[in-house]
Every structure is written in structure tokens, then in C-alpha cells.
């Protein structure tokens, strides 16, 4: 038995939040973000509107595209580091329940932007023991709800959105999954933290004053080590699998900083089309980054079935994983 990436779906929500828009927040400038990001504007969640909301409308259009029915997909795994609520119920049963998926496990995954190829990793996992047959992958984030907006190193950087694949069972080896290689290394866990609520820091007039509930990022350490950490991986899954990059037609990276996504492709010697780039548009969407680029291509006619696509991440924990696949979903 094999695992295939079987469905592609996404959703961005409407709101816009532009360079302009943050120049009258914090001080900075529509040509320093550019510049030193490559993004232009994010989305933003509507009042109201919770990770599970995003997530749930994404993963309705990846069943769909599959062909399948609710009732077909037997486990369901969110990847998100903003869930519904902090500690339960996890976002996947919230996801289930939206879906009317019943009597399935589902649970979350927490690791940052690393969270939908991990989420992957996982499916693989369960179709290739045969365990399951079509696992329901998902990263969403709602990280404006963890981004302190007077905090100019951060606020800049992160958007709202949603992701979801379906993962099946497939007995055809030209369409499975290749390989994936997902690690972590906790000793820099205080490049990219939330220190609270947790039972570090749990609730109190203390974190709420010192602002212990939003992210906080050591941003020029984490930019030298991603650019650094993304290459080899790529470099090492390859290499494992006798491809060469110039063979690869997406190349989709984790979608953090336009500096590191070319740095990355230069060292790659990737070109222009290869490398697949909506941090623009979007900005950093942690977890959902990467499926939320997968369908970009996928609505736009670039992904057509049967292509490789080579996925990078790299996020907070520290968390990085990269995974080499064909897209096995119908041509759009
Ligand atoms: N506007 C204007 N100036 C700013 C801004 C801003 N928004 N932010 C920082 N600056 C200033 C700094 O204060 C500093 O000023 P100083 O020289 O007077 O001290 C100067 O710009 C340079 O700051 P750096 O932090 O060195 O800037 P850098 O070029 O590293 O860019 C950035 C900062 C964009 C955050 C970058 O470091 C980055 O993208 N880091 C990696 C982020 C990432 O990949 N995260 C991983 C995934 S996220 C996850 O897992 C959830």
C-alpha cells in the first residue's frame, strides 16, 4: 500500500492588511517590508471568524476535489499552533464535527510552520501501515490572534489562512508519495516562542500585562539558520533519491521571508519558475503556508497531475521537514 497527495483546497480570508495599512500602526514602511520581506499585504480573519471556520472550508473543497464523500475520510489531522482553544478540545475534532465527520480519530499537530508536512508524514504513516485509507490533512492558523500589533518585528510578517489535502491509499507506485524527512531540534526553542498560556506561564494579570501571550521571534538568528537548515534538507532528500533539482517543477518552500525562499533557490540552483512564491500575498501563514502555495498553483493550471513537487519547512520548535511527492490530483 501506498500514500498519495490526492487533493489540493484552501481558503484566504477576505480582509486585507497592507504595508500602507500597518504604516499607520507601527513605525515602519511599505518599502522597508518589501524590501527586507517581499510582502506586500496578508489576510486577516473576520471578527468571529476562528482557525476551525478557515480550516473547515478548505478541507470541504479538498473532499470535493478528491471525489470523495465525508464519510470516506477515516482520520483527520490539523496542523496549527493558533487552535480554537488552547488546550481542548483539539481543532480537529472542532474541524470533524464542522464537517459532520463522525467516529473518526482526529487530533492536532503542534509544530509551527513545520505543521503540514509533519501532518503529512503522518498520513503517510497511517495509509502505509494500513491503518487508514483517506486521512484529511490540514493546516490553519489564525496568527493574527498571537501577534502583538505594536510589535513592528512580527506584526509585518504574519497572515491568517487555511490549507487541507486528502491524503489516500493508493496500490500505484508512480503515484505515491517519495519520501518525507521531518526533524526538530528543541535546544532553540527560544527563537520562535508564545510564552503563554502554558503551564510555564499560565493565566494571569502578569502575562496579560507583559504581553507574554504573543509571539515572540529572534528574527535575524532564525533567517541565518532557516536559510541554512532548508538547504541541506533539500539538498539531503535529493540527494537520498537520486533527483536532481533541475527535475523538479515545484519547488514550494515554507512562505516566511522572500530573502530566505531566493537564498534558498539560489543555493539550490533552481530558477524562477521553479520556485513557487505567495508570501507576497499572504504573508507568513505558519502551517497553512505550504498548502495554501500547493493551491495557489493548483488554481492557477501550473500543477498538473503526475508533477513533483518538493516541499521545504522550517518553524518555530525549532521544527524543519521537507518531502518530495507527485501531485496525484486531476489537472484543474
Ligand atoms: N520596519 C522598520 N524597521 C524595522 C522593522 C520594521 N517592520 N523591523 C525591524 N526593524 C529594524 C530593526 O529595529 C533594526 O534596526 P537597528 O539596526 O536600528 O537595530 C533593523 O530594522 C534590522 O533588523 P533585523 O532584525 O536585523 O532585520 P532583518 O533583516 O533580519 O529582518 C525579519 C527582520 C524580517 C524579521 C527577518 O529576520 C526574518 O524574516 N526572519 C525569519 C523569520 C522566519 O523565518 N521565521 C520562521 C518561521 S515562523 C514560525 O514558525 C511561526
Known sequence: MYAKFHSIGAYAPSKVLSNKDL??????????????????????????EVTSDMATIASDIAIDRAGLEKSDIDLVVCATVTPDYFNMPSTACIISDKLGIKNVQAFDISAACSGFVYALSVAKAFIESGMKKHVLIVGAEKFSSIVDYTDRSTCILFGDGAGAAVISV??????????????????????????APGTINPVSQRVIDEGLNFVQMKGNE????????????????LAKNSIDSKDIPHFIPHQANYRIIKAVGDALKMSKEQ?????????????????????????SGRLKKGELML???????LTWASALLPFAGETK
Not at 222 to 237: C, E, G, N, P, Q
Not at 275 to 292: D, H, L, R
Request: net charge negative.
Open 311 to 317: 516541499l521545504d519547512t522550517f518553524g518555530g520548535g
Open 222 to 237: 532564525t533567517f541565518k539558520l532557516a536559510v541554512k537548515t532548508l538547504t541541506k534538507d533539500v539538498k539531503d532528500i
Open 23 to 48: 504604516e499607520k500602526m507601527v513605525d515602519t514602511s511599505d518599502e522597508w517590508i518589501l524590501k527586507r520581506t517581499g510582502i506586500s499585504e496578508r489576510r486577516i480573519a473576520g471578527d468571529g
Open 170 to 195: 493508493t496500490e500505484d507506485k508512480s503515484e505515491a508519495m517519495i519520501d518525507i524527512h521531518a526533524s526538530a531540534d528543541g535546544s532553540y526553542a527560544d527563537f520562535l516562542v508564545t510564552p
Open 275 to 299: 520556485v513557487v512564491v505567495t508570501v507576497g500575498k499572504y504573508g507568513n501563514t505558519s502551517a497553512a503556508s505550504i498548502p495554501m502555495a500547493i493551491n495557489d498553483i493548483y488554481e
